[in-house]
């Protein structure tokens, strides 16, 4: 049995013959099944201009979620701060932690999470967007909930209302800055799997004690699909599965059915290309699941795992955690 503590990436997957208003009900569904479930964390990730994705607004999909659900810690995973001036994420997340203490987790990443052009819409400017930048702009907000170095700009809320604060990352980057900082680290195995075990070393090695952590904290996040076969399991994973190859090949479009992405006329490279995504990643019967999710935390030394189930329907979603619940886990509820 897996026996840490188990959370939840959702991006609010879009059904090609669904709405984004109905993705976001059925993330609210998953959200509060999940809290009964005993998951410790339930996060939603930052994405624009993608048609599949529906959970472009975190602070505004947490608030809603926030007001559906009583315990389970809430986040985002991530807001990206190149989109973003310092200030409103503060803004935003302090009024979040204020409505909700104790209950707010702020993942942030440094890449836009989009395409260069939707990445200027958002900022308006080519200021701030590179990379280079990130230090100090997450300086900056960090500086926003403490208040360390006071300035002219008060945040309010924001200020004495700071969320956990999470970095975010499929490099090293962010790992060696997490471990700098002394902040709890996020990586995201489930579509860099073969930097997984070079950043979490560079995170420990690179760990210093904070007023947040005495000791480095890593969360790996990873593709999880449980069902009742293995086969069933690998039919529900296809549509996940063609899009992100849509994707990649510059045609995002929405979800489209398990019957349909069997029937798409895939290239033999196109096949490799989807099979290479798979690797290291968790799809199958619950004894094929928990094999798995053992050999990732055996690799990894992961102190959590955040599963993230792209698949068609919302039924087949909440059924795979809830096999993964009891008999993956054991019974999360029991854990407290």
């Not at 290291?280 to 990732?296: C, D």
């Amino acid at each position: 049995m897996i026996d840490v503590p188990l959370s939840v990436l959702d991006l609010a997957p879009v059904a090609a013959t669904g709405s984004a208003g109905e993705a976001l009900r059925h993330t609210t569904e998953l959200a509060r099944r999940t809290e009964e479930l005993g998951y410790r964390r339930f996060w939603v990730a930052e994405h624009h201009n993608m048609p599949a994705i529906a959970s472009s607004a975190p602070a505004v999909l947490l608030a809603h979620l926030a007001a559906h659900t009583s315990t389970i810690r809430l986040g985002s995973g991530g807001v990206m701060l190149p989109n973003h001036a310092p200030l409103v994420v503060a803004e935003q997340f302090g009024t979040l932690e204020a409505l909700h203490p104790g209950r707010i987790d702020l993942g942030i990443g440094r890449a836009p999470g989009t395409d260069q052009v939707t990445a200027l819409a958002l900022r308006r400017t080519m200021e701030g967007l590179s990379a280079e930048h990130f230090p100090r702009e997450l300086a900056d907000l960090m500086n926003y909930f403490s208040g360390a170095e006071p300035g002219p700009i008060t945040a309010t809320p924001g200020r004495g209302q700071s969320p956990a604060v999470w970095l975010l990352g499929s490099s090293g980057f962010s790992a060696q800055l997490a471990g700098l900082l002394g902040l709890p680290f996020s990586f995201a195995h489930h579509f860099s799997a073969q930097n997984t075990i070079p950043a979490l070393q560079l995170y420990r090695q690179s760990f210093r004690p904070s007023q947040w952590l005495e000791q480095p904290y890593a969360m790996v996040a990873v593709n999880a699909v449980c069902a009742e076969t293995d086969e069933r399991a690998e039919w529900l994973a296809g549509p996940a599965g063609l899009s992100f190859l849509k994707l990649r090949s510059g045609r995002p479009e929405p979800l489209v059915s398990p019957e349909e992405a069997a029937a798409y006329p895939y290239s033999e490279l196109e096949r490799e290309f989807v099979a290479q995504r798979r690797e290291g990643q968790a799809t199958g019967s619950p004894e094929t699941v928990v094999r798995q999710l053992g050999a990732l935390l055996e690799r990894t030394g992961a102190d959590e795992l955040m599963l993230t189930t792209m698949v068609y329907d919302v039924a087949d979603r909440v059924r795979s955690f809830e096999l993964i619940a009891e008999r993956v886990a054991g019974g999360l509820r029991r854990k407290g």
